[in-house]
T-cell receptor, first 111, second 115 residues
Framework: GIQVEQSPPDLILQEGANSTLRCNFS?????LQWFHQNPWGQLINLFYIPSGTKQNGRLSATTVATERYSLLYISSSQTTDSGVYFC?????????????FGKGTHLIIQP | DADVTQTPRNRITKTGKRIMLECSQTKGHDRMYWYRQDPGLGLRLIYYSFDVKDINKGEISDGYSVSRQAQAKFSLSLESAIPNQTALYFC??????????????FGPGTRLTVT
């Protein structure tokens, strides 16, 4: 099946810092989503971005589908940005319809 | 009100018991999914359903069964719970009505502990 690798696995930053999270995937995709899992376990949709660039406030994302990677940018980090960030993809070649998730990047923002 | 709801939100049960997790959605989506998350890992697909009459196994369906009672309702059952089924369970929906958009929306999760 399709492989999804996220880096770095862990990241500790001071409040106000910027960060870039990376997602590499092994095959063509119909869907790529970024999620934030908060400390209570809830998954929050950040971006639906199978290709191109999107921005939402301090967050932006870019997917280069031809090169099979996506980047999530967080600017001016706040403590509420802490949590785990997941990249998930839907393989475009058929088979099971569910998303394949990476193992996540655990982000800690210190005050 | 939340578009995708799950009940219960937390449950502790004993080995060998039957348990049902329920999911309801008000988004009008045709597709529904069940995933589980183990500590330190991403989510893995258990079952998915394209509509009421179409149910498919995912990556880790052994030990689970599902029922799509209506377009808006999708239940996950553990017939005889075992401790390694302790996990966080998520329901999700997506809309494939010819839009070409495959975005999935997740419920708040059910934390299940099997003792």
């Amino acid at each position: 099946g399709i492989q999804v690798e996220q880096s770095p696995p862990d990241l500790i930053l001071q409040e106000g810092a910027n960060s870039t999270l990376r997602c590499n995937f092994s095959d063509s995709v119909n869907n790529l989503q970024w999620f934030h899992q908060n400390p209570w376990g809830q998954l929050i949709n950040l971006f639906y971005i199978p290709s191109g660039t999107k921005q939402n406030g301090r967050l932006s994302a870019t997917t280069v589908a031809t090169e099979r990677y996506s980047l999530l940018y967080i600017s001016s980090s706040q403590t509420t940005d802490s949590g785990v960030y997941f990249c998930a993809v839907l393989y475009s070649g058929g088979g099971a319809d569910g998303l394949t998730f990476g193992k996540g990047t655990h982000l800690i923002i210190q005050p | 009100d939340a578009d995708v709801t799950q009940t219960p939100r937390n449950r502790i049960t004993k080995t060998g018991k039957r348990i049902m997790l329920e999911c309801s959605q008000t988004k009008g989506h045709d597709r529904m999914y069940w995933y589980r998350q183990d500590p330190g890992l991403g989510l893995r697909l258990i079952y998915y359903s394209f509509d009421v009459k179409d149910i498919n196994k995912g990556e880790i369906s052994d030990g689970y069964s599902v029922s799509r009672q209506a377009q808006a309702k999708f239940s996950l059952s553990l017939e005889s719970a075992i401790p390694n089924q302790t996990a966080l369970y998520f329901c999700a929906t997506s809309d494939h009505a010819g839009t070409g958009i495959h975005e999935q929306y997740f419920g708040p999760g059910t934390r299940l502990t099997v003792t």
